[in-house]
């Protein structure tokens, strides 16, 4: 009788939580491209098999397996998707600004599936973002890694399941004004941010010693230790030290970095990726001897005081002092042209094609710790790819097909004038703007309300 | 001898004390007492339950107990008799969640050592120890429009934040009455954050929820820890603790609030990861998890309501591109799946009742109807209003349906239910019968033909009337223009401008004047948005009596006077 029910649900379109835990994989073809493999150079005119959700074959004159469909992509270059290690599309909330830290917070609780800005990120090429809490907090919430699949109602299919955990650190100027000047408490000054990661880890390590000591006690007769106080922020700064975390750490100025260099080496955190990182060409040798690189923007800066010291050069310095290197967004309007601000890298340091193209592939991968997964096409790999018109590095470069897990997400050819998941029946239909929420999906979205209610600053700046 | 006097006096204390309380009955200064308790509906067209065919019989209730439902009853001598013949009887209507006669309790002063980051939970919306009783008022004018709908029972949710308390199950009897039925029926919870302090965002309530969860699960091994071996330090549990420690241990739902698809999801994925029992309400958009909802056996309770066709009526016809229609397409489209949502329930084998929460109680037979000419059965619709909510509260041995032993919770109606022209003539909650007067349809000319009325009606409406209402945000008050041009009815109102200082203005639409009962609507923007108004009140002479009803915010009372008739037309 169930069964029954559940086939006619399916029938009317109902069975969606049926299949909720299985995300869909695809297989295809993909026939006569200039094949970029970034870590395996280029292939002309070859063939890649991609078959359920995995990259099977590549080579020349592959035949489809019967079922698979083949896409013609002569004339044409397939590139990995690309990937954004700094995003906040797909998120209902960005900044849980109201404490100094807060490494409860899970991005992964506020993951909106149907945010439209996915759907561009994947028009613009990009298979895989990092979701990430903003910037209000010295330790802010732990990210999210999504995968791109656009149609799925269910935040679960767009979470990239087997992604390693990741966690948002912000220095300088951003918390500084939320916490000290906004609302009186520590850190006010770049002396108290540090201080607030140390004590952090420091009450992290009485915390995990306060549970050993307990699980240890709780088992014996007559037992008279209690239990602690439970702590997600805690124990979460606790996995940090454990190695079971990856920090992201907002970042400008090359002594705040300096000094986050200094406070991982005392508690012997060797996870870390700096983010923004602006001031990173001044400590290249160090960010590449401790740390896990710097992901950047191409050329943007100037937009408050601790960014006045930049240039377009940084990426390629960063790159030649051997520090792994990444080009992000931060921004719904950039992470749909990300393969463009990555071509700035040769015209601001002379960077080769693949290492051009590594800035939003393989090495952002890297930085999330999915590099075994996806950013190259390699055999064995999700078959995350985008069929580009024109070489990606080229001004003319418009990507035509997006595929996420072998699937076709995007396709230039079946864009639609509105392709929202969603309308609410109670929507009024307005003009469209062209430059409507500007301010959505910004390092410092939600932080405004909280400013408000203490009369605090009210700057502008959002990074 | 003395014993023999010990006995005479007690008796005499006893016989006194007897007769003062009859004086006071008998000089009952009010007027108002019942002259009996016991009350025979006699062949009455009765459904005991949803799916009842309907059979004559006589209901007999007695001190609020259904004493019997049958064709043969012996009815006593003190039974006052409504004679059923042409009417139709169902079992009173249950609310699964309401906020009816519920006022939000004052904000808690801030302490001078506040910190923002770390708030003391009162103040950060953190009440679960509040029970909804301790707010709730039987005598507000919304427990009178939900009854006038048909509503006898509420389980009343306390407002205020994330955890705003315990709900309480009322029966919506007398109001002087103890009408409480079960109190700690459920924990309250919302996905709503505390401004300018932690928890602040979505993100924020989610995460302090299970820290709350499992430090009060620490706190009640603490407990078990201290009550087994000596020398255990003192557990010291917070207030908030001790109110969630039935919900930890699985004695208590939590009524988590959810009203989109995105909240359904994220109310079901904390429950499956802390293990609690939780009840969903305030459904509004669900078509998507309703598989969801089915495997993970969540009960829910849908709003009493439908989207606001405002958008659909805002569509043009002519004059747009192409981009807005197809736009215009897909928010049609959107509308006529919201409202087929319930019947969707229904096939997919789910049992659902109703929440009257945001909702508007003169709407409730336009409501259901509309669910039913979109799939839903009439069957279905009776049950969510009486046997599911019963079930999803646990009172289906007191309540839900006619029969002998339950609650005299029942309507009674001039026509079977979900007619349009049905309404209801009585309805007895708790064994109190309340009378509403039955409107004869007037006929559609009234409403629609531009021809002045042959006979002037004896109600004076146009002129200008003079309101006040009362509202949670104050007295409020201004001028209704009531003007008939062409036989329409129309005008202009002017109410306090909620965006600012001073008087605003809005012209009267859909005014139609049905017996006594003048009813219109207005269109009032704040910030940014546009709500529609209903006010419909009773015409006595010179004055007005009524409700203000604002959507998602309730209904109020306003009285009007008219201050200068006018007579032209």
């Not at chain 1, 392709?419 to 500007?438: C, G, K, S, Y």
């Not at chain 2, 309250?188 to 299970?210: D, E, Q």
Request: hydrophobic share 40%.
């Amino acid at each position: 009788m169930k069964k029954h029910i559940y086939l006619i649900a399916a029938f009317l379109g109902l069975g969606v939580g049926i299949s909720q835990a299985q995300v869909q994989k695809g297989s295809v073809l993909i026939k006569n491209a200039t094949v970029l493999t970034v870590t395996k150079g280029n292939l002309e005119s070859s063939d890649v098999l991609v078959q359920n959700g995995i990259i099977t074959q590549l080579g020349k004159n592959l035949t489809a397996p019967a079922g698979v469909n083949t896409i013609d992509a002569t004339g044409k270059y397939l590139m990995p998707g690309i990937i954004d290690a700094h995003s906040h599309v797909g998120l209902d909330v960005v900044n849980e600004g109201s404490a100094p830290i807060t490494s409860e917070i899970r991005m992964k609780d506020v993951v909106n599936p149907t945010e439209i800005g996915i759907y561009r990120a994947l028009a613009g090429g990009v298979t895989v973002s990092h979701a990430m809490h903003g910037s209000a907090n010295v330790v802010g919430g732990q990210n999210a890694t999504l995968k791109h699949r656009w149609g799925s109602m269910d935040p679960a299919d767009v979470i990239m399941q087997d992604a390693p955990r990741t966690i948002k650190f912000a220095l300088g100027e951003n918390p500084t004004r939320v916490h000290g000047r906004g609302n009186g408490i520590q850190p006010r000054s770049r002396m108290g941010v540090e201080a607030v990661i140390r004590n952090g880890f420091n009450e992290a390590i009485q915390y995990k010693k306060a549970w050993e000591k307990y699980n240890l006690a709780k088992v014996q007769k007559g037992n008279t230790t209690t239990p602690p106080a439970y702590s997600e922020r805690l124990q979460t700064l606790a996995d940090i030290l454990d190695g079971k975390i990856i920090i992201h750490c907002h970042s400008y100025r090359a002594d705040e970095i300096y000094m986050l260099i200094n406070v991982i080496k005392d508690f012997n955190i060797k996870k870390v990726v700096f983010q923004h990182t602006n001031e990173g060409f001044k400590v290249a040798p160090e960010i590449a001897e401790y740390t896990m690189g710097a992901s950047v923007f191409a050329d943007w800066w100037a937009y408050k005081m601790e960014v006045y010291y930049s240039t377009a050069f940084n990426a390629a310095i960063l790159q030649k002092n051997g520090a792994l290197t990444s080009i992000n967004s931060d921004s719904a309007e950039l992470i749909r042209h990300l393969y463009h601000e990555a071509a700035k890298t040769q015209r601001y340091g002379g960077l080769t094609d693949e290492e051009a193209l590594a800035m939003i592939t393989i090495n952002p991968a890297k930085q999330l710790g999915i590099e075994d997964k996806v950013g190259s096409i390699e055999v064995g790999k999700q078959a995350d790819l985008v069929i580009f018109e024109g070489h990606p590095l080229s001004s003319y470069a418009v990507p035509q097909m997006t595929f996420v897990d072998g699937v076709k997400y995007f396709d230039i050819k079946k864009d639609n004038n509105d392709q929202r998941q969603w309308v609410a029946a109670t929507e009024m239909v307005e003009p469209i703007f062209l430059r409507a929420n500007e301010e959505a999906n910004r390092c410092m979205q939600d932080v405004d309300a909280y400013f408000e209610a203490f009369q605090g600053a009210f700057l502008k700046e959002k990074h | 001898m003395n014993k023999q006097f010990l006995k005479a006096g007690m008796l005499g204390l006893l016989v006194a004390g007897w007769l003062s309380q009859a004086a006071v009955a008998q000089s009952d200064p009010t007027g108002k007492r019942r002259v009996t308790s016991t009350y025979a509906i006699t062949n009455a067209t009765v459904f005991k339950a949803p799916g009842d065919p309907g059979s004559k019989a006589t209901i007999l209730i007695k001190d609020g107990v259904i004493l019997g439902v049958g064709s043969s009853l012996a009815l006593p001598k003190e039974a006052k008799i409504i004679a059923g013949d042409s009417l139709y009887v169902y079992p009173g209507f249950i609310d699964g969640a309401g906020n009816m006669g519920i006022t939000k309790p004052k904000d808690v002063e801030r302490p001078k050592d506040f910190v923002s980051s770390n708030p003391p939970d009162e103040i950060a919306g953190i009440t679960p120890w509040r029970i909804a009783t301790d707010s709730y008022s039987g005598a507000s004018t919304q427990v009178d429009e939900w009854r006038k709908a048909g509503f006898t029972i509420s389980q009343v949710v306390p407002d205020g934040g994330m955890l705003p308390g315990k709900t309480s199950l009322m029966v919506l009897g007398e109001a002087k009455n103890n009408n409480l039925l079960r109190n700690n029926v459920a924990m309250a919870a919302n996905f709503r954050s505390s401004r300018g302090m932690y928890p602040a965002t979505l993100a924020g309530v989610m995460a302090k929820f299970r820290d709350l969860y499992q430090n009060t699960s620490l706190t009640l091994d603490h407990e078990k820890l201290y009550a087994s071996n000596a020398g255990v330090k003192r557990p010291q549990a917070s207030p908030s603790q001790v109110a969630l420690s039935p919900v930890v241990q699985k004695q208590m739902p939590v009524l988590f609030t959810a009203a989109t698809e995105l909240e359904i999801r994220r109310a079901i994925s904390l429950q499956k990861e802390l293990g609690f029992k939780l009840v969903l309400t305030g459904l509004e958009t669900y078509e998507s998890v309703i598989g969801l909802i089915k495997s993970s056996g969540t009960p829910i309770l849908i709003k009493l309501q439908v989207p606001d066709d405002k958008s659909i009526k805002s569509q043009k016809a002519d004059g747009v591109t192409e981009a807005t229609k197809a736009q215009y397409a897909r928010v049609k489209e959107s509308y006529d799946k919201a409202l087929k949502q319930a019947a969707q329930l229904e096939q997919a084998g789910i049992m659902f009742a109703f929440s009257t929460t945001d909702g508007k109680a003169a709407d409730v037979q336009k409501t259901l109807k509309t669910l039913i000419d979109n799939g839903l059965s009439k069957k279905a619709a009776l049950a969510a209003l009486t046997t599911n909510p019963a079930s999803i509260l646990g009172i289906s041995g007191m309540a839900g349906t006619l029969e002998k032993g339950k609650l005299a919770n029942l309507i009674v109606t001039t026509d079977t239910l979900f007619k349009e022209e049905t309404q209801i003539k009585h309805v007895i909650a708790d064994g109190y019968v309340f009378d509403y007067e039955i409107k004869k349809k007037t006929t559609k000319a009234e409403n629609t033909s531009a021809k002045p009325e042959a006979a002037p009606n004896a109600i004076t409406v146009e002129g200008v009337w003079e309101y006040t209402s009362e509202t949670p945000a104050g007295s409020s008050g201004g001028e209704i223009v009531i003007k008939r041009e062409n036989g329409v009815l129309g005008g202009t109102i002017t109410y306090d401008d909620p965006t600012g200082s001073g008087k605003a203005s809005a012209t009267i639409k859909n005014a139609s004047l049905t017996g006594k009962t003048l009813s219109f609507e207005f269109d009032v923007a704040a910030g940014g948005m546009s709500l529609t108004v209903t006010i419909s009140g009773e015409i006595n002479g010179k004055t007005m009596d009524g409700s203000l009803s604002v959507p998602q915010m309730g209904s109020f009372p306003v009285k009007a006077t008219l201050s200068s008739p006018s007579q032209s037309n």
